[in-house]
């Protein structure tokens, strides 16, 4: 990785976490956040939220998880909600679902858009089919 191709597909994700921690602080929502990795269904976001601000509820991709950088938040859905830190990563539950800031946070979004058969069973639905 040393040609100047290689360096441009680099990114540091603790120089995003500060900058867009320092958007969402000037936001008057609260909050900002930057897809940097789009590659086939593969998306990576930074999310920064202030303490007290949070995405309302909203559909889920077919697969994601959040792993908190800094922070602590909630995420909620019909199921309940569980409470993730520093260094804590939570699968994003299949269904409508939102993240509250319990303080300052920064957190990367890891999310598939689309898989073979469109959901989180891929393997399971996989197996069974290979074995009939």
Known sequence: ???EADRRSV???SALAQEHLAAAAASPHGRSAHLFVHDGPLRQTIVALRSGSELSEHN???AATVHVLTGRVTMYGSNGSIELGPGDIGIVPQERHGVRALEDTVFLLTAVTSTPLG???WGI???ATAAV
Do not use: E, L
Request: proline share 13%.
């Open 1 to 3: 990785m040393n040609s």
């Open 119 to 121: 959901g989180r069973d």
């Open 11 to 13: 990114s540091n994700v």
């Open 125 to 127: 639905r996989k197996a």
């Open 60 to 62: 889920a991709p077919p």
